[in-house]
């Protein structure tokens, strides 16, 4: 159990480093905008955990199948599914 804890907190520091130094030097030297590549992974970071995600989503009237959410990439990533019915108006 260590070992798999020890890889996936390695894995995370990995991703720290790419995110806050990686991508920001990335966008100055391609776009020449260090800044709105900066604000994208503080933006990211800032984003709700998936739970909380899903309970907007149905406090926006969505309904979720399962958990609804799949996480990837060791849970670097989420993929949010969500339907909304519309209801269908009858004339009398």
């Excluded at 790419?18 to 900066?38: E, H, M, T």
């Excluded at 989503?57 to 399962?66: C, L, N, P, R, S």
Aim: net charge negative; proline share 3%; charged share 20%.
């Amino acid at each position: 159990m260590y070992n798999f804890l020890y890889s996936y907190i390695f894995i995370y520091r990995i991703y720290d480093i790419y995110s806050f130094d990686v991508i920001p030097a990335l966008g100055q030297i391609i776009a020449q905008d260090r800044d709105s590549y900066q604000y994208l992974v503080e933006s990211i970071r800032k984003f709700p955990h998936p739970q909380e995600f899903v309970n907007l989503m149905h406090d926006a009237g969505f309904a979720t199948v399962d958990q609804g959410w799949e996480e990837l990439t060791f849970g670097i990533a989420s993929i949010y599914t969500g339907y909304k019915l519309k209801a269908k108006k009858f004339k009398c």
